[in-house]
């Protein structure tokens, strides 16, 4: 973690005034709350600064609401008295009676953050930042990647569902120091300015997009697979290496006259990228490995997504100097740590549980899977997002031997009518599989983080109704919890 000391803060900003300040040095600055909590909890010395969301950011889909904590400043204050605050002058009438308050006057607390970041961003100059954008694998993608630099380098990820511009400053701010030789994130889309506006505050050294997949149509003027396409190209604006993955054969990049563009279309200007397509042929299959340079490499799951994967993190290894053996290493053990897929056994019979939401695009990934004989289990079947197409689950149950619905999951009307599925009530059936089980349980992960070390019967389900719009029958979901947690205990 960073260390702020009192005066370098006042060589950077514009301090108007400085008001009852007990600590001469802040080891962490409380911007936004960032997906690891620990960094907060361990900080003795917290520079708070109360931050509100625009119209703009609102209209933007960076948050799902105005919120403006200027507005609760008395009561943060009050409730946390080991906070030093940075404020606007027109807030100085309601702390200056606090006992013990300590607050520092800026002229814009969102403009503060920005000359911090400035700052940060020349003091870490010297790193190099990998991005991934793309519609399905991009945490995955980034896990792998930081397994393989971390081997070699000090590396920084940045882990978060929807990295936001004040996310990403909070990381850097807090994170990101001198020493760092990489950082490693996501860039999502949900708007279509957002890889963009990410891109531009800190600009990919490396630049991937995984995939392009309908996921997103239809938000922000994005009508068609090509307008997806396009705006997350833009993470090649001011990258210098670049990889991209051409499955349908319908992404056409050119770079003439440092110019980039997209089937005839102009993205920007870069300077000196070069750009690589991702070629699957690299690849061979062994069993239940890829093999990459006549090396083995056991993939979490054995599926086209994860070949792409893992070419991605093998080349990006080879491009700042790994040895391949340590690449190779780094590679098989590489653990999911977000949980949405994890290996566990039921009733003796080894699974790969998938805990992410339910859509199409993402269960087209585990359909297409290179196992001889795959069986898919779908214990709940929900949708975060809201983006179910049921008309494709046709093709995707195609591609499993066998399809095993609980009785009492989401759309089983819709789905049974499929030729290769069978309704079932309860686990006895996993006994008598022989072959790979994929286990799909939608939005597991979200609610419990290490679900494998919860016991689910001791914990408050009221806490963990993330999904319960979602939830039509909310009895169900808590009562497959709860058995599914008794079987992992089991075993």
Request: glycine share 2%.
């Amino acid at each position: 973690m960073n260390k702020w000391q009192l005066k370098k803060l006042q060589n950077i900003l514009n301090i108007k005034e400085v008001y009852n300040i007990k600590a001469t040095v802040f080891d962490y600055l409380r911007i936004i709350s960032i997906a690891d909590k620990k960094y907060e909890k361990r900080a003795k010395n917290i520079l708070f600064f109360p931050i509100y969301f625009t119209n703009y950011d609102v209209e933007d889909g960076w948050v799902i609401k105005k919120i403006d904590l200027r507005e609760k400043i008395k009561d943060i204050a009050i409730n946390n008295p080991n906070y030093t605050f940075v404020i606007e002058e027109n807030m100085k009438s309601e702390l200056i009676n606090l006992d013990n308050v300590s607050f520092i006057v800026v002229d814009d607390i969102l403009k503060s953050i920005d000359k911090l970041f400035d700052y940060q961003k020349e003091v870490i100059k010297n790193a190099k930042v990998v991005a991934v954008t793309g519609s399905v694998g991009k945490t995955t993608t980034a896990g792998l990647i930081t397994n393989v630099l971390k081997s070699k380098y000090k590396v920084l990820r940045i882990y978060s569902k929807r990295i936001t511009p004040l996310i990403l400053k909070a990381f850097i701010l807090n994170l990101a120091d001198k020493n760092t030789d990489f950082i490693v994130l996501e860039m999502s889309i949900y708007y279509k300015d957002h890889v963009k506006i990410l891109a531009n505050l800190l600009h990919p050294h490396t630049a991937v997009l995984l995939n392009v997949y309908t996921s997103h149509l239809h938000k922000d003027g994005m009508e068609t697979k090509y307008d997806l396409a396009y705006y997350k190209s833009f993470i090649f604006n001011n990258a210098k290496i670049g990889y991209y993955n051409n499955e349908d054969n319908d992404l056409n990049y050119v770079i003439k006259n440092n110019n980039l563009y997209l089937n005839n279309k102009l993205i920007g200007e870069v300077n000196g990228l070069k750009l690589h397509q991702l070629d699957l042929n690299n690849i061979k299959i062994n069993g239940y490995n890829f093999v990459i340079n006549n090396k083995k490499i056991t993939p979490y799951i054995l599926s086209r997504l994860s070949m792409i994967q893992y070419l991605v993190a093998y080349k990006i290894g080879i491009e700042f100097k790994i040895d391949k053996e340590n690449i190779i290493k780094s590679l098989n053990n590489y653990t999911p740590v977000e949980n949405r897929i994890n290996k566990f056994k039921i009733l003796n019979k080894p699974i790969i549980f998938d805990g992410d939401i339910t859509n199409a695009d993402r269960m087209k990934q585990l359909s297409n899977h290179f196992y001889d004989k795959a069986y898919l289990i779908i214990r709940n079947f929900g949708s975060a997002e809201n983006i179910v197409d049921l008309k494709d689950f046709k093709n995707i149950f195609d591609k499993f031997k066998k399809v095993f619905l609980f009785n009492d999951i989401k759309y089983l009307n819709d789905l049974k009518k499929y030729q290769n599925t069978v309704i079932v009530k309860n686990h006895n059936f996993i006994k008598q599989l022989d072959g790979m089980i994929i286990y799909h349980y939608s939005g597991y992960f979200r609610c419990f983080k290490k679900f494998k070390y919860h016991n689910l019967i001791k914990i408050n389900e009221e806490n963990y109704k993330i999904m319960k719009d979602d939830f039509n029958e909310e009895k169900n979901i808590i009562n497959s919890r709860l058995e599914l947690s008794k079987l992992l205990q089991h075993d």
